[in-house]
Structures are given as C-alpha cells and as structure tokens.
C-alpha cells in the first residue's frame, strides 16, 4: 500500500456488524469500540479466540489495527493473530498472520499485502488470536479499528468537471 494513501476507519457500527466468538460479561464489543484505552475484550472459552466484523455491503479494506498493552495485561496479551476475510464465517481465507513479542500501543495488521490497489474487497473480516504470551488462556484486546482508502471526496477534494456537452448532459439529474 502507498506509504501516503490517506485512509478513514470504516468498522463503526453504521458500516459492520461486530461479534465475538466469547466475551466475559462487561468486556465486549462496547468497550473494544469505545475509544478508551483502559477498557477492553476479555474472551471466556477456548482458543482461538475470535472477532468478527461484517460490513453492510462489499467493503474495502487496507489495514486492521489492535491496542494490545502487555505490561498491563501480561498473559492475557495475544502471541499470535490471523487476519481472515471472506464474505461469511464459513468461506473466510487467511489473508495476515503476524506473531507479536510483548507488544505495546498499537499494531497495525496489513490486510493486502502484496496486492497493487492496496485494499481488499470483503464482506467479513475475522482476526482471531491464536494464542498468547505465557500460555495464557483468555486475552484482552482493549481498542480495534479497521481501515479502508479515503475517497477523494472524503478528503475534500473535488470531483472533476466534464469539459464537453457529451459528459454535461449526465453531470446532473433531471
């Protein structure tokens, strides 16, 4: 992806649908939306442990990025996540893996590595943590935001204009 493509979080819940494979009770989808870093996702069942994330219509998609804080979460911080994407839960494909050794802030996790437009058409986007620093069993993601292109029009640029009468007859709606 284009170091200085401009991008604009699209996993708000106008765009997706979130879910989560396990959550213990007030430790869920709210607090790994709501922009604190002090509230997070603690799973409750075995590994993996999973997030979905199901747009309203065919999205794109760049980048996933998690707040994972492993001084203050020890061995409920993930030691390894998979990125998936499809268009349900049962046709997802890997499409990011990335092992992550006491991380600290925010890792970003490339969804199109490898593929020139830099952005992946998808309905679903599943990340789930494969496991964790010091066998831990349950994790604590605390923030997640997902990433798409901005359009033009979305940094404030203007569309062009048709410079013939061919193209102006279809400029505006009659």
């Keep these: 992806m284009p170091a200085t493509r401009a991008l604009r979080e699209v996993g708000s819940v106008d765009q997706a649908v979130w879910s989560l494979s396990t959550a213990k009770p007030g430790n869920g989808v709210e607090q790994l939306r709501d922009g604190d870093l002090e509230t997070y996702w603690q799973s409750d069942g075995p590994q993996p442990h999973k997030i979905n994330i199901q747009f309203h219509r065919k999205t794109r998609v760049s980048m996933v990025e998690i707040y994972t804080d492993f001084k203050k979460d020890e061995s409920y911080t993930p030691a390894s996540v998979s990125v998936r994407a499809g268009t349900n839960f049962h046709d997802n494909h890997e499409v990011h893996s990335q092992e992550l050794s006491e991380p600290g802030g925010w890792v970003k996790l490339p ?3 490898g593929n020139d437009c830099g ?3 998808t309905y679903f986007i599943q990340i789930a943590v494969l496991s964790c620093h010091q066998n831990g ?8 935001r997902v990433f798409s292109p901005a359009d033009p029009v979305t940094r404030g640029e203007q569309l062009p204009t048709f410079s013939t009468a061919e193209f102006a007859q279809h400029a505006t709606i009659r």
């Design 137 to 144: 069993r349950d994790t604590h993601i605390r923030q997640i």
């Design 119 to 121: 952005f992946l058409r």
């Design 111 to 113: 969804v199109a590595a």
